[in-house]
T-cell receptor
Framework: EDQVTQSPEALRLQEGESSSLNCSYTVSGLRGLFWYRQDPGKGPEFLFT???AGEEKEKERLKATLTKKESFLHITAPKPEDSATYLCAVQARMDSSYKLIFGSGTRLLVRP | DTEVTQTPKHLVMGMTNKKSLKCEQH?????MYWYKQKAKKPPELMFV???????INESVPSRFSPECPNSSLLNLHLHALQPEDSALYLCASSQALGAGSEAFFGQGTRLTVV
């Protein structure tokens, strides 16, 4: 069964304290892994797409990496405005269509 | 421009009311989605449209009725909802219903059923 698991569930960091969020997945034939940021009461904001093991993408203080079993979202020197829930999703085949399967998310709090 | 616009932003409705949620995108995307999200939970897929045809219905109760009048618009008609249907309803679109096509989300409609 296709599954996405994110850890930790919640993470508290001091401003400037770098860390990583994990997304492990089991899916038959990965066709894309996506990272989103979601602020409370808002829709998810697209961050990155990763397609194959070894691929890396960067945006400001965020860097996403992908292996055959998991993805990491590295946050370097975070700021309070990076506080949000970070969602990982994989694209899975469903009959003749595709669907996104989301992990439960990591709630990140960055304290000044 | 990666904007998906949802209206209204907030909606309060009684269990006997009929209302509709609207979603619009002008990115030329041919796949559109409805998701439901409860507090502190990930989005749950409800419906997928591809080229204005329903592609996936995740066994959603018939009190939710989707409609895709054209490639830019997606509606969700609501009737006889229950309080447990209160949630954030998210619309998304992607270039196509295919491998690796990232989805862009709207800001959602916060629905409260009283």
């Amino acid at each position: 069964e296709d599954q996405v698991t994110q850890s930790p569930e919640a993470l508290r960091l001091q401003e400037g304290e770098s860390s990583s969020l994990n997304c492990s997945y089991t899916v038959s034939g990965l066709r894309g892994l996506f990272w989103y940021r979601q602020d409370p009461g808002k829709g998810p904001e697209f961050l990155f797409t990763l397609y194959s093991a070894g691929e890396e993408k960067e945006k400001e203080r965020l860097k996403a990496t992908l292996t055959k079993k998991e993805s990491f979202l590295h946050i370097t020197a975070p700021k309070p405005e990076d506080s949000a829930t970070y969602l990982c999703a994989v694209q899975a085949r469903m009959d003749s269509s595709y669907k996104l399967i989301f992990g439960s998310g990591t709630r990140l709090l960055v304290r000044p | 421009d990666t904007e998906v616009t949802q209206t209204p932003k907030h909606l309060v409705m009684g269990m006997t009311n009929k209302k509709s949620l609207k979603c619009e995108q002008h990115m030329g995307h041919r796949a559109m989605y409805w998701y439901k999200q409860k507090a502190k939970k990930p989005p749950e897929l409800m419906f997928v449209y591809s080229y204005e045809k329903l592609s996936i219905n995740e066994s959603v109760p018939s009190r939710f009725s989707p409609e895709c009048p054209n490639s830019s618009l997606l509606n969700l008609h609501l009737h006889a909802l229950q309080p447990e249907d209160s949630a954030l309803y998210l619309c998304a679109s992607s270039q196509a219903l295919g491998a690796g096509s990232e989805a862009f989300f709207g800001q959602g409609t916060r629905l409260t059923v009283v």
